[in-house]
């Protein structure tokens, strides 16, 4: 269970090395903690929240926008990556820092979300496959994995098409 002192607020000035740090330690490789720092330099973060204990960050998750051509302007986003310090994991954390996530994407004006994840672990946010709404991911991944949420009901409803993520995304 987590800590009755966690909080989860957004990142703010002075959190990159922290988040650097819990993105390194949750992956195999580099790779996510190289890509927030991207999104982070280009601007293209929307929501970048951190869950922080006694003073020290122990999880992150970020949003980022997407795009289905041909439907825009599309106020979707991308989630991804969402980490959690590994001496930190299963503590209810990484579901903190989702639910905390999605409100502040509402609150955004965002109305719907797609993430590449663990198929057992987003459905109980109300994701579901993005094929149902005929949505296809523009990296080769099955299908259960590539998920979507409406935030907006309805709002997928209509075409789907190729959701592509941010350029930054291309360098993993």
Do not use: W
Not at 123 to 149: H, N, W
Request: aromatic share 8%; glycine share 10%.
């Amino acid at each position: 269970m987590a800590s009755p002192d966690l909080t989860i607020r957004f990142e703010r000035e002075g959190d990159a090395d922290g988040i650097k740090e819990v993105n390194r330690t949750a992956f195999a490789t580099p790779a996510e903690a190289d890509l927030v720092d991207r999104l982070r330099r280009l601007e293209a973060s929307v929501v970048s929240l951190v869950a922080e204990d006694g003073g020290s960050l122990v999880g992150h998750i970020l949003f980022s926008p997407v795009s289905l051509p041909g439907r825009e302007p599309m106020p979707i986003l991308g989630l991804a990556p969402t980490a959690v310090r590994p001496d930190r994991q299963r503590q209810g954390i990484g579901s903190q820092l989702v639910r905390a996530g999605l409100d502040a994407a509402r609150k955004t004006g965002a109305a719907a979300v797609v993430v590449v994840g663990h198929a057992r672990f987003y459905p109980r946010f109300g994701f579901v496959p993005a094929s149902r709404f005929g949505l296809t991911c523009e990296y080769d991944v099955p299908d259960e994995v590539f998920m979507a949420l409406e935030l907006v009901p309805g709002f997928l409803a209509g075409p789907g098409g190729l959701v592509q993520y941010h350029p930054a995304f291309a360098e993993l």
